[in-house]
């Protein structure tokens, strides 16, 4: 168990508070003889740290991971490896004024009620800020997942009323475009409208979600393991693991109840000698084994709890009061933007952990 | 591990295949002293068995479960219980014609993949008989609900174009109207219209899909673990592990990337006494931990993938061949219908194992 | 978790009380296409069912194991395979008039403090008559390992002075040897003294405890894992958690602490174009990662606590009470005998899922 | 799954390496509000740490370790505690001459064989090293068990054919004549007789093994789970997986095959107004779950692998070599003597499972 771990071969388990002295992550179940450099881990971090652009939360952490153990020579020796990623820019004290308040959205009551104490400190081990942890895992599980031929990918697909269309989905052109984007977005038109809409939000002292849809390279037959570990399921949890997540489809998704058996089955088909599906309703699994097609999804996120904005709350102990948040808080407008390396990282771990598992089961 | 287990504390394994002597559930972790008789189970899996209504299966199963060990004077006792459901209705001959074809929507070809070997019999271990070994492990866990006040409801919400509309969210009420609706829809007039659709699916050798909503009584708060076992997250693997589901949400789901900061998070206000949220656009959760607010969702549901028209497909080897299901062949024109208990199991058994891991987080 | 499972990829779950309906196991995790019938299961029941000779209880059980699931055509098919064991010979009235006491030896005081409930019915869930869920899963483990070509023995090792003393150690002859003596003793000379010990306890209504020696084929080097999933760990967890284990060693075991290290390192050595080592005094691991020797350990047993002598105890309330066995009760004189196809079982299940586990670390 | 950790609700997860940067554990699912503070943490460390007399190994590291989360003003707050140790003393150049060999009695065989690759200085993630981050979780593990009176003693029990003698057994008395004897042996007598050995021994360049026993206060009734969790069992596993340990007994232990069930049977007697029995042949469990007794057992360790003496061996080719360890090489003449505190932990660390565990099954 532990409700800090992730995963049942390739096992990461993550520490650290937002204003705590460092966060990072331990990976247990690595395979040996996978090249990895703390250039990996900290090119991943770079895709989500904070500071970098107008709509993205301005706390400056240049995210900087060192590997701790696990590696001999610039290659994993299938020892846990420890990567650590100290804070930099905290002011605790900031949020001395709110510490006795519910605030809207967050889970600062629900872990007072679970535990007694709250870490009020930047939310403590709730804070988003724990996603670069897995990140700091993710580019260690894409390492792996190189040797193995096969890349994720992540945009965001929905901000509001604006929808991005792409053509293409190879996933490493679709990356390249997505990480030149302030927003995450590789349509470049809904890219602009969607940062006309952030800025309007700032502005406001108010936020946004956002879909963001990811997508695999087409994947081996055979990973996932039915019934209750199928890759499906594996997928939806990890996704409504990450903070904010309202919602997980995969395929067709939520149209599904919309379409007929006849439309809905995707029929098999001989494809460069191979069997593929003429579509891809599935989104890639059936019986919640991988089918050979891309693992296609899209998750939903809520927009960022933390507004400027003054709103009505409680107290700790229920009285009424009003609730501001502290003068130079940082805030996303949009806190999914980030969230797409992070469902990217969540991705490589289910599906490492799939393929280390899948060697277990085939004779 | 282990695929067929689902639950940490409170921990089902269920066994049995379509075509098989019985199937099963083995549930470990019941605490002692719960009430329970074969009848408590053998209610629970009434309401999915088939056979009783034109819009579910005809296939003729009495689904009749026996309590074979963990129960003693009528009471649990802390050790495992083994529950067992004997087949009865089924005619493996009928499937040989066509266990060499690739089926449209269907687990063949991808536990082929994995296996090197499928009972093809319908369906084997991926057919969604194996749900009633959920049912009945559902059932205890709703023997043990009950001694904590807490009752869950799920119901068709969505067929096609077909909206219900639903006042009152009671739970015990909207499960009286749920079953005596045979398209388990509470809402009269929305259920007309399901069955006039399904009828004309059926007319047609056709299938829908369908979204189920479920809705908790309100918890106690403090339920579910921070990062990696979020009760929400939990409840989307829950759900996903379903055959047939396509998506899961909660509260505001994807409709949340629509709104804003301001309009969705949701205000903390007294209550008779007690701290509650005016609006529950977060599903009952936050940061992953059960609010105080009932759990609201919803899952969306595939069209069945066994349909009587004919379709293309590939046989095991690769060659083009036609796809026909022998005359006979016992399906649902719309799967889902009969996921509406299978959805209230899935979410008792997730309740109960984080009602149980919450009893040793806090001293 | 759930405290009636074992093992990690291969994963048992058993089942039953003592004077229950049946017993049981389901075994998850069992690759696809390995042989399995009914005989195979039976023909190991057979070899720790009571009723066969003067030297262990006389209950009359025949111990038919019938598979349930998990096989097609004779093979398993990678989904669980549950098997029962119906109970027969039990009359739980004879039980009554002893279910206020505290049983000298026994688990019913704390499995009342644990539960406040006990099936005192022959032990119930306690009742080392749980160990035939395991041989039947040791059945299915060991049809996995013969196609790996590993074998596991056991024997009688001591009894009270008598200490058998066996030359060769090749698993099947000596396996041979230990199944032909009523008294699982292949040194012919012990077998005698043993069974002569036992018919005077028997004549005495008094017991006696032993130590098992097991021995497996050479191992292929590299199963386990470092740390805290070390083969000889899992092992002596295993051999633990079998009823009236007392105690168990590897190797050189409690003698090391009378070696110099100079005496106890195993020196490697070429044999047979293989590294080996010249003793074997680690018992087959290094760092608690098989080293390609055969895995050599010993389990002591403590004596039957079920003895025919009257003994002072407390009853359920603490009064000072007479304890006497109702006449007609069945035990064993030594109930360690029939613990050797257990220990066999027991380290079959060890194995194979060191087998199955290694396959997923190594690239 | 994860082989670098250990428990299920209190959980710790290791890393690091004898001669990498640092090395630590992750503590997942302390309880919150437990008082923790870093001293508590390098109090305990200081028990382990080497260089501090001449009967243990004169590398010299003040083994500080640190705490980076999971703590707010002192205590803990449910969050993964994660608690760093630098390395400092270490010179791996030493260890280059030697990397091709296979060091008799090491892990580095194995390792090699299982991964490819082994991370030879100083044994790497195989070093006994790995145990100080063992005792940094034990004393997280004892600050929870001092909230509920429970204390843990362990010592030297006996070295080659010197056994100590102790009259008293109170945990804490204990302890206190333990740490103040270089040879962690609380009888004078046999300290004295150990250290003449030990001398002897490094004189040599030779090593001993050891026996240690282990006792913890009494016990509440009902810690530890039926059948495959039994807290006897669960100790077992825990102490095995420490380096070197060759056996674990418990209460009578092998002895046990020497009595008759009418002597070995403790009998239930009242005292002062509480079940006890009046023997502790158990060892303080029946069933596996914990009676009320002290848990009293005894680990076997074999003498140190690392010798001075030049021993045969083979390269990792397969050529016969000598091996010499060299010039400076650090190591115990008595491994055990350190592993006292380590076996204090990993008691400790069963026990606050089991007693967190406990917490969820009693209704």
Chains 1, 2, 3, 4 share one sequence.
């Not at 489809?249 to 007929?260: D, V």
């Not at 797409?340 to 004779?363: F, G, H, S």
Request: charged share 20%.
């Amino acid at each position: 168990m532990g409700s800090n771990s992730f995963g049942t071969i390739f096992r990461i388990t993550t520490w650290g508070e937002s204003h705590g002295k460092a966060l990072g992550v331990v990976i247990d179940g690595c395979p040996a003889g996978i090249e990895l450099h703390d250039d990996d881990v900290n090119a991943a971090l770079a895709l989500r740290s904070p500071g970098r652009n107008p709509y993205i939360s301005p706390r400056k952490e240049p995210d900087h991971g060192e590997i701790l153990s696990g590696t001999f020579r610039g290659k994993t020796t299938g020892a846990p490896i420890c990567i650590i990623i100290p804070n930099h820019d905290f002011d605790t004290s900031k949020y001395d004024p709110i510490s006795h308040l519910l605030r809207p959205g967050h889970a600062n009551y629900t872990y007072l009620e679970k535990y007694g104490v709250f870490d009020y400190r930047g939310g403590g081990r709730s804070s988003a800020r724990e996603t670069a942890s897995r990140v700091a895992a993710g580019a260690v599980a894409a390492q792996f997942l190189k040797t193995v031929g096969i890349q994720v990918g992540a945009y965001i697909k929905q901000v509001a009323n604006i929808h991005a269309i792409i053509d293409c989905m190879d996933v490493a052109e679709l990356r390249a475009l997505v990480y030149q984007s302030p927003v995450y977005c590789p349509d470049p038109q809904a890219a602009e409208g969607i940062m006309a809409l952030l800025e309007e939000a700032k502005a406001q002292g108010d936020s946004y979600g956002a879909i963001i849809e990811f997508i695999t390279s087409p994947l081996p037959v055979g990973l996932g393991d039915p019934i209750y570990e199928k890759l499906n399921a594996n997928l939806a949890k990890a996704m409504m693991t990450i903070p904010a997540a309202k919602g997980i489809e995969l395929g067709s998704g939520f149209k599904a109840c919309e379409m007929k058996g006849s439309e809905h089955n995707d029929l098999f088909v001989m494809d460069d000698n191979q069997i593929k599906t003429k579509t891809n309703y599935a989104g890639g699994t059936l019986g919640g084994i991988s089918d050979g097609m891309p693992i296609l999804g899209r998750v939903a996120f809520k927009p960022t709890s933390s507004i400027s904005k003054p709103q009505k709350t409680l107290t700790v102990s229920g009285e009424e009061a009003d609730f501001l948040l502290p003068a130079g808080s940082r805030h996303d407008p949009c806190t999914a933007l980030r969230a797409v390396p992070v469902i990217e990282a969540m991705t490589a771990l289910v599906l490492v952990d799939a393929i280390l598992l899948n060697r277990c089961v085939k004779l």
